[in-house]
């Protein structure tokens, strides 16, 4: 069975930094390329950045590019997202996903 936990959202100040973390099981980690998303309220979810471990490809969406990084540990299958300088337009509910499997989401809130 897959599984997704997404953890590592809080409420911070604009400019701060947070690190969301991916666990995943029940697949085999480096074969698959593995997203993070977020949606916030009233709006559609969106793609943020996926990695490829496998083709050591990382993907961003522009709003995100030099602020964020998406990195993986392939020995505890987890997927980090670091977030830096962060803005109030960050503020979503950020899901990782797999193929067609998504964990729950974590809260990002940045208040300014």
């Known amino acids: 069975e897959v599984q997704l936990q997404a953890s590592g959202g809080g409420v911070v100040q604009v400019g701060d930094s947070l690190r969301l973390s991916c666990a995943t099981s029940?697949?085999?980690?480096?074969?698959?390329?593995i997203g993070w998303f977020r949606q916030a309220p009233g709006k559609e979810r969106e793609g943020v950045s996926f990695?490829?471990?496998?083709?050591?490809?990382?993907y961003y969406t522009n709003s995100v590019k030099g602020r964020f990084t998406i990195s993986s540990y392939n020995a505890k299958n987890t997927v980090y997202l670091q977030m830096n300088s962060l803005k109030p337009e960050d503020t979503a509910v950020y899901y990782c996903?797999?193929?067609?499997?998504w964990g729950k989401g974590t809260q990002v809130t940045v208040s300014s």
């Open positions: 029940g697949f085999t980690f480096g074969d698959y390329a």
């Open positions: 996903n797999v193929g067609f499997y």
């Open positions: 990695i490829s471990s496998s083709e050591s490809r990382t």
